[in-house]
C-alpha cells in the first residue's frame, strides 16, 4: 500500500513539473532579448554602433566623378603646337571635347609623311613645286597660328568621362613658313617667299581616358589611336626655266603667284594627354 501512494505522489509531481514548463516556454517568445542582453547592448552612440553603420552606409557610398577635364596634349608637340583640351560630359555616355592652341614652329610630322601627300595629288604637274619639296626648303616664319579641335566621345566601358571611348573630331591648324629653294638645283627664288600651309582633318579615334581621385583632385591620363582624312591647302609655287645669255648657264626660277593648292590624304593619328579634373 505504501509502494502504491509512493509511486502515484511520484506521478502527480512529475505531471506538475512537465505542466509548469510547457507554460513557461510559451510565455517566453525565441529571440526576444532578456535582462542580460538589455544589459550588455551598446548605446546608440556608442562607437561599436557607429562602425556598423559607417560599414553599412559604405557599401552604399559611390564616390563621385569629375564633370570637367582640362589636359595638355603632349603628342602635338612634335608637330610644334601647344594646345590645352576641355572636355565636358553629359549623362553617363556623351561627353564634348574642345581644345585651343597655337602653331610656334614646323610641322615636322607633316613635313616627314609629305610624300604620302604627293602620291595622293594626282594634279601636279612638272611646273609646280610638290609639297613636299615646299616643306624640305622651308623654316618658321616666325608667326604663331591658330589649332584648334573640336569633337564628340562616346563612352561604352564606364561612365562618362571614364573608360573607353570613340572619339569623333574635327581638327584645323595653319603653319606660316618662308620658302628658300635649294640652291643646289641651280635656281633662285624671285618675288615673295612666304608659305601658308591649312590643314582641316576629320578623324575617328578609339582612346582610353583613367581618372585617378574625384571632386576637385582628379589626376587625368588619356591615350588614344584612330585614323583620319586631312585636306592640306598650300601656297603654290611655280617653276620656270630660261638659259642665262650672259654665262650660257641654263637656271630655274621659283615664284608664287598668290593662288593655292590642295591635296586630300589619308592620316594616323596618335597621341597621349596628361591633366587634372574638377
Known amino acids: 500500500m505504501k509502494t502504491i501512494s509512493k509511486t502515484l505522489i511520484f506521478i502527480c509531481f512529475f505531471i506538475t513539473q512537465v505542466y509548469a514548463q510547457q507554460q513557461t516556454n510559451q510565455g517566453v517568445q525565441t529571440g526576444d532579448p532578456n535582462e542580460l542582453d538589455e544589459k550588455f547592448v551598446p548605446d546608440k552612440n556608442s562607437i561599436l554602433n557607429s562602425a556598423n553603420n559607417s560599414k553599412t552606409t559604405s557599401s552604399d557610398y559611390s564616390q563621385p566623378t569629375v564633370k570637367n577635364i582640362i589636359k595638355f596634349n603632349l603628342a602635338l608637340l612634335g608637330r610644334s603646337t601647344f594646345a590645352i583640351a576641355y572636355e565636358h560630359p553629359f549623362g553617363n555616355l556623351l561627353s564634348v571635347e574642345g581644345a585651343l592652341g597655337v602653331c610656334f614652329g614646323q610641322d615636322y610630322m607633316l613635313k616627314s609623311f609629305a610624300q604620302v601627300g604627293d602620291a595622293f595629288n594626282t594634279h601636279d604637274v612638272s611646273n609646280q613645286v610638290k609639297l613636299s619639296d615646299l616643306l624640305s626648303n622651308s623654316s618658321y616664319s616666325g608667326s604663331p597660328s591658330p589649332f584648334l579641335s573640336a569633337?564628340?566621345?562616346?563612352?561604352?566601358s564606364d561612365e562618362a568621362p571614364e573608360g573607353s571611348y570613340v572619339h569623333f573630331n574635327m581638327r584645323y591648324s595653319t603653319n606660316n613658313l618662308t620658302y628658300t629653294p635649294n640652291p643646289y638645283n641651280g635656281g633662285y627664288l624671285a618675288g615673295n617667299s612666304?608659305?601658308?600651309i591649312k590643314n582641316l582633318g576629320f578623324n575617328l579615334i578609339y582612346g582610353y581616358q583613367i581618372v585617378v581621385g574625384s571632386g576637385k583632385g582628379g589626376f587625368v591620363q588619356d591615350l588614344y589611336a584612330g585614323f583620319?582624312?586631312?585636306?592640306t591647302g598650300y601656297t603654290a609655287?611655280?617653276?620656270s626655266?630660261?638659259?642665262?645669255?650672259?654665262?650660257?648657264?641654263?637656271?630655274?626660277?621659283y615664284s608664287s603667284d598668290g593662288t593655292t593648292r590642295s591635296v586630300i590624304q589619308p592620316i594616323l593619328v596618335i597621341g597621349y594627354c596628361l591633366g587634372f579634373g574638377f
Open 241 to 253: 626655266s630660261y638659259t642665262n645669255t650672259t654665262t650660257g648657264n641654263y637656271q630655274q626660277v
Open 194 to 196: 612666304d608659305l601658308t
Open 228 to 231: 583620319g582624312i586631312r585636306h
Open 151 to 156: 569633337g564628340l566621345k562616346l563612352y561604352f
Open 237 to 239: 609655287f611655280n617653276i
